[in-house]
């Protein structure tokens, strides 16, 4: 049993952790014992390289862990791993706050870097699927979703650039507008034919003078006269992407994302600089 567990857990209590953190700072703790015991390594002798070699137990899938008796195929995450160092670093933050011997500084314990996730890409067939889900001649809903589709996925816009668009900023005739992106810089956004198109019949088919470039069309109306109440929030956008590509059996997560990211997949095959998104 590693030295003054039982205390450590008290204090937890005390400093009104949660039933389960402490839990599960109990079990955490239990592994790096059983490691310790399996590998014939007394507490005080713990150093770096017994943390590298508790790492690789960690990531290995025949390891054995507390109580069991055969070993466990299933491998840890990252994020599992770390909970695991994590737990440690308090446990051992403790021991020196008490004056308990402690065997090595907890900062010594090095969380694992979490690999990261880059966005699944769509196939530019999976993105006309879902760019052509919508159905415009139903009612107006329809219209402006296939409004919101096709801009998101001819400018690459952010979603957050998309809902604060205003009717008065779209030039329609130049097929442009500009827009506010990092650092508050202005940058001139073009819009491919079918955009605007579906933009200028959204905006025809329109009875209302609100500001708003795309607005919602459910819950009370708005009754100032500018009807920023009435504007799409991101959340919004989220959900009609996730409804149409549902409704077409888009095989990968749907978020606005895929079509921004799909828009600079295809200009690097048109061999522009998808760095001009950024």
Not at 9 to 20: E, K, M, R, V
Not at 182 to 190: A, F, P
């Amino acid at each position: 049993m590693l030295p003054h567990i039982n205390d450590f857990l008290l204090n937890l209590q005390a400093s009104h952790y949660s039933p389960s953190t402490i839990c599960n700072y109990e079990r955490d703790l239990e592994v790096f014992d059983y490691f310790l015991n399996e590998s014939n390594i007394e507490f005080d002798k713990v150093n770096k390289r017994t943390i590298r070699y508790y790492k690789a137990y960690l990531t290995s899938r025949g390891r054995k862990t507390a109580g069991l008796s055969n070993g466990n195929d299933k491998q840890l995450g990252t994020h599992s791993i770390n909970y695991k160092l994590t737990a440690l670093r308090v446990y051992l933050r403790y021991l020196i706050d008490m004056d308990y011997p402690c065997p090595l500084p907890p900062e010594a314990v090095k969380l694992m870097k979490a690999a990261r996730k880059y966005p699944q890409a769509a196939e530019l067939n999976d993105l006309i699927r879902l760019i052509e889900a919508p159905t415009p001649e139903s009612n107006i809903i329809g219209l402006r979703d296939k409004a919101i589709l096709e801009t998101l996925f001819s400018t690459g816009l952010r979603v957050s650039e998309l809902v604060s668009l205003n009717r008065g900023q779209i030039d329609l005739e130049r097929q442009e507008f500009g827009v506010k992106g990092k650092g508050d810089k202005i940058r001139v956004v073009l819009l491919s034919d079918t955009a605007a198109q579906w933009i200028r019949r959204y905006l025809q088919s329109r009875r209302d003078y609100f500001k708003p470039l795309f607005i919602r069309y459910s819950g009370a109306i708005a009754t100032e006269k500018n009807g920023e109440k009435m504007r799409l929030t991101a959340r919004s956008i989220q959900n009609i992407v996730t409804k149409y590509a549902k409704k077409c059996g888009l095989p990968i997560k749907a978020s606005p994302n895929i079509l921004r990211h799909g828009f600079a997949t295809y200009l690097a095959e048109q061999g522009a600089n998808p760095a001009a998104l950024q």
